[in-house]
């Protein structure tokens, strides 16, 4: 749900989201959304329309069962670009580099 501040009205940007991060986007016309399950993508939701599009398929390029992970957490640079992160416990830093079809 949506609250226009403006209007003082809510209105329904999505149905059900299961997912457990929100960002928006940096001019504020999409809100980025985590969804878990047997589809886990990242979307990216219009707030004007409601439209939603997937930015980043976890099933077809998570080769380490990254959409799996219960820690993991996304972020957005601030280009838009998604930045997925997982907490660990190590002194370590690593890139996953994701390819779009």
Do not use: C
Request: proline content about 2%; charged content about 30%.
């Amino acid at each position: 749900m949506l609250f226009d501040v403006w209007t003082g009205k809510w209105r329904k940007l999505a149905d059900a989201m299961n997912g457990t991060d929100l960002s928006w986007s940096a001019d504020s016309k999409y809100l980025y959304a985590d969804v878990h399950g047997t589809d886990p993508r990242i979307l990216r939701i219009r707030v004007a329309t409601g439209q939603q599009e997937a930015v980043l398929d976890l099933r077809v390029q998570d080769k380490t069962d990254l959409a799996e992970m219960d820690d993991l957490q996304f972020s957005l640079g601030p280009n838009d670009t998604v930045i997925l992160h997982r907490r660990i416990h190590s002194e370590e830093v690593y890139s996953y580099e994701l390819r779009g079809r």
